[in-house]
Every structure is written in structure tokens, then in C-alpha cells.
């Protein structure tokens, strides 16, 4: 019986960890219809960041890059050499992206031998936007690159910026 119950309580255990795991990964697309969208280039594939509505929208902004996981040493920072190209999608009202890449990295350049290679999202430098639950964001990148997103939150609260005087001479 008591062997039963620790059973239950780790099966609970792992489904409450899987399902919170889980929600973070988007799961359906459904805010409008995707088909009104062009098709991918050859080479390139669609991509699509849908987030929830909120009351709070106004107070957050999306981050997204794209990149690729590669295996780099352990002390440099890496950059993807890349853009992003705003479109418009005419006779809609919507915009999407285009992300364009030749796939160079640059690296600082710091000798560190001792330090142990390490697996690296290696991304562009981001884009961001401001927080919409009702549209999704799309955007076109390359084959064999990946588009990973932030969602960023304020309180809400505006900060007036202190102004600088200077002494008359």
C-alpha cells in the first residue's frame, strides 16, 4: 500500500513537471488564418510566435531572434550575422518578417583553453516589438535555423527622466 501511494506521488509529481514544461512550447495556431500569408521561399520556412490576450497587453513587448545551436568554446561571445526585414502584407493590414542571413558568426577572440566547449543558441541581434494577443507574429527564416522568443513585462509605471542644467558662464 505504502509503496502504491509513493508510486502515485511520483507519477503526479512528473505530470505536473511535463505539463508545466510543456505550456511554455506553443501548441496551436488559431488567431486568424495563416493562408493569407505568402508561402515560404525556396530555402526558407514559415515561422509563427502566437501569444495570449490580456488585459495587460500595452504593458509587454515581445523579443524574438533567430539562430542555430552550435557547439562553440568556452569563453567567446557569438554573434549570427543577420537581418530582418519588415513586409507588409498588402490589402491586410498586417506585417510579417523576413529574416536574411549568409550565415557567418563572429566571435570575440579570447584564447581560453582550459575552459570546456559548450552547446550555444548563436542569434542575431533581436527584434522587438510591442505585445499583441490578438495577432500572431510571422516571420520567414532560413532552413536550419530557429526563431526563439521573450516576452517582456512592466508594471506599468511611467518614469520621468531628470533634466540636466547647466551652469551659465
Known sequence: MRKNVLNVMVMMLFVLVASTTV??????????????????????????????????????KIEFSVGKWMEVDGCN??????????????????DYYV?????????????CPDKAKRNLFV????????????????????????AQFKIFTTDGDTYRAAEVREKKK
Open 99 to 111: 529574416f536574411k542571413t549568409n550565415g557567418n558568426v563572429a566571435s570575440t577572440m579570447m584564447a
Open 23 to 60: 505550456s511554455k512550447a506553443q501548441m496551436v495556431i488559431d488567431k486568424i488564418d495563416l493562408s493569407i500569408f505568402p508561402a515560404a521561399e525556396k530555402g526558407y520556412k514559415k515561422m509563427v510566435i502566437e501569444v495570449p490576450h490580456s488585459e495587460n497587453d500595452k504593458n509587454k
Open 123 to 146: 542569434s542575431a541581434q533581436p527584434e522587438t516589438v510591442r505585445y499583441n494577443g490578438r495577432m500572431p507574429i510571422v516571420i520567414y527564416i532560413p532552413e536550419g535555423y530557429e
Open 77 to 94: 561571445t557569438f554573434n549570427l550575422a543577420g537581418t530582418f526585414e519588415k513586409k507588409d502584407l498588402q490589402g491586410w493590414g498586417y
